[in-house]
């Protein structure tokens, strides 16, 4: 009878908690939390000369897109593809370093927003010489390598990599690695397989930075579940190498989504020497705190306790830098993207770099939110259960109504036959042309 008793209690408390939820969510987006354009990177000219200039090379796994402005979607290509694009980011002084400066409206706005200035997509050999021209402009003979998170559009991968540029003020010839992610948090489950997807072409890429001459030396910055993706194509390079080149100096873990018993393991599989780690954590972080649940109740690397027992001393033993953002405010709802959002922490990025060393600003709807909050999206995400959950609170806003649909559509059966890969690429010419290795 108490059991019963108790039973009622806690699901009172859990509808009026949803409530709580709900009320606040509503709150939120009533107080001017809205959605930014989409489908930005359609060039436009040039009308801010003065405006600072990011040109940076990508390399991704995604598909085409068909639609003008969105370049790529968020489905698996069979092969990568090359694209270098420009951003331009306004010298005004209104912007706040750390903010990516959306345009209200289309076309942007170079005087005042981010905007594209080009966007084409490359061969491998023009995009050999894109890095080639590009680290030649470099002082030191850099690349700077950044992995995206979980919940990522193609173009929130571009200007979050141009603002983090930007605002770091690093020097270093700027590429971009970004994987399929639908740009949902209804999609964690099928985010994290585009990771384990990605994770050949990734090595392939570091391998070709390692044996080019003209590069002397690599930093990678890797975000969320992009540092499963980092970790993973680091350790099977170390396997097959027997080794880390020593010109990968420097590898920044940011708020990364890996359990931390997977990570002492592939720490140790590097063997040494090894990069020198920057562990970014927050034991605030809420995006970790849901994953945790998600994946049998064990800590995630991004928000331990960096001083107490064992990882005090297992971080010190790996020559592992910690640098606890816990007490940071600045960043998104969830205290996920901190590092990219802080100005101190930003600046911090480019230091270490220069002295030889949401993240996701994806649009996530109402509804997304309230779903994550409340049913733990993660544990069903991408399956039939999960968007049975979620179809109450697609009625919410645009955006979850498009994440909705587009995970609906990825459920339901497929329609005509698979677009052919058109990359110029062939298996020949590897790992010129970021061809998968066998494992």
């Given at each position: 009878?108490?059991e019963?008793?108790?039973n009622?209690h806690?699901?009172r ?35 801010a000369?003065q ?6 090379l ?6 085409r897109?068909?639609?003008p402005?969105q ?12 694209a ?11 912007r ?22 080009k966007a ?10 894109w890095?080639?021209?590009s ?16 919940n990522?559009?193609f ?8 603002q ?8 270093s ?14 999609a964690?489950g ?9 994770r ?13 001459r ?13 540092n ?12 097959r ?13 940011a ?13 140790v ?19 970790l ?15 331990i ?29 969830l ?43 993660a544990a069903?995400?991408?399956n ?12 919410v ?12 559509n ?14 110029k ?5 590897a ?9």
């Open positions: 009878m108490s019963q008793r108790s009622g806690d699901s408390l859990s509808v009026a908690w949803f409530r709580r939820v709900l009320f606040c969510s509503i709150l939120a987006v009533a107080s001017g939390c809205g959605s930014h354009p989409k489908d930005v990177l359609t060039p436009v000219a040039d009308t000369p405006s600072n200039k990011i040109d940076m990508i390399a991704t796994t995604r598909s897109s068909a639609i402005g370049m790529f979607t968020g489905e698996r290509a069979r092969k990568p593809t090359f270098e694009i420009t951003v331009s980011i306004p010298t005004d002084g209104k706040k370093v750390g903010e990516v400066a959306w345009p209200k409206k289309l076309p942007s706005n170079p005087a005042t927003d981010f905007a594209t200035l084409d997509e490359l061969s491998v050999d023009e995009a050999k010489s890095l080639s021209a680290v030649r402009k470099s002082p030191d003979g850099s690349v700077l390598v950044f992995i995206h998170g979980f990522t559009k173009e929130d991968s571009v200007y979050r990599f141009a983090i540029v930007n605002d770091s003020r690093v020097r010839a700027p590429i971009l690695i970004t994987w399929p992610s639908r740009g949902s948090l209804l964690y099928y985010d994290r397989e585009s990771t384990n997807y990605t050949n072409a990734l090595e392939t890429m570091f391998q070709y930075l390692a044996n080019d003209e590069v002397k030396e690599v930093s990678i910055l890797a975000h969320s579940m992009g499963w993706l980092t970790l993973e194509a680091l350790r099977q390079m170390a396997i190498n027997g080794s880390l080149p020593v010109k990968f100096k420097n590898v920044m873990l708020a990364p989504d890996v359990d931390v018993d997977v990570f002492r393991s592939q720490i599989d590097m063997g040494e020497p090894h990069p020198q780690f920057t562990l970014f954590v927050s034991r605030d972080d809420k995006a705190a849901v994953s945790r649940r998600v994946w049998g109740d064990v800590a995630r690397l991004g928000s306790d960096p001083e107490q027992a064992p990882y005090k001393q297992e971080l010190a033993d790996h020559k592992v830098t910690v640098i606890d953002l816990t007490k940071v405010k600045a960043g998104d709802r205290n996920h993207g901190k590092f990219a959002e802080s100005p101190e922490i930003v600046r911090l990025i480019g230091a270490r770099i220069s002295d030889g060393q949401t993240l996701t600003d994806s649009r996530v709807g109402l509804g997304d939110k309230i779903l994550a909050a409340t049913t733990g999206t069903t995400a991408g039939a259960a999960g968007l049975l959950l979620a179809a109450p609170v697609a009625l806003d645009q955006d979850t109504r498009d994440n909705y649909a587009n995970q609906l990825a459920l339901g059966p497929k329609t005509g036959s698979r677009p052919k890969a058109t990359s690429c062939k298996a020949a010419s790992p010129d042309c970021m061809k998968q290795p066998n494992t």
